[in-house]
């Protein structure tokens, strides 16, 4: 099985930047990608950016520019670098890893980390 921790999350200004980091442990076989959602309060669960073990990125429009994924294999470790912040950042930030096991596909998720950008 994969765990995911995800941290880094906390109070910033906006303008301001913050890394959060995904950290995987187990048994990993294989991992497709791994994702970073985030979930505002009133606002459904969105897809914010994700890498593939090619190490393909894409990034919602609203934070392309301004958000970068990237890993660290030797550490098991995916990261999102927060730049330039806005208030609409705001929300609990999950990371989500989709793997394959025996030619089955799981979903194992982070238990998120709080975002907020205030002034």
């Known amino acids: 099985q994969v765990q995911l921790v995800a941290s880094g999350g906390g109070l910033v200004q906006p303008g301001g930047s913050l890394r959060l980091s995904c950290a995987a442990s187990g048994i990993i076989f294989s991992i497709n990608a791994i994702g970073w959602y985030r979930q505002a309060d009133g606002k459904q669960r969105e897809l914010v950016a994700a890498?593939?073990?090619?190490?393909?990125?894409n990034y919602a429009d609203s934070v392309k520019g301004r958000f970068t994924i990237s890993r660290d294999n030797a550490k098991n470790t995916v990261y999102l670098q927060m730049n330039s912040l806005k208030p609409e950042d705001t929300a609990v930030y999950y990371c989500?890893?989709?793997?394959?096991?025996?030619?089955?596909?799981?979903?194992?998720w982070g238990q998120g980390t709080q975002v907020t950008v205030s002034s």
């Open positions: 989500k890893a989709e793997g394959v096991i025996a030619g089955t596909t799981y979903n194992y």
């Open positions: 890498i593939t073990s090619g190490g393909s990125t």
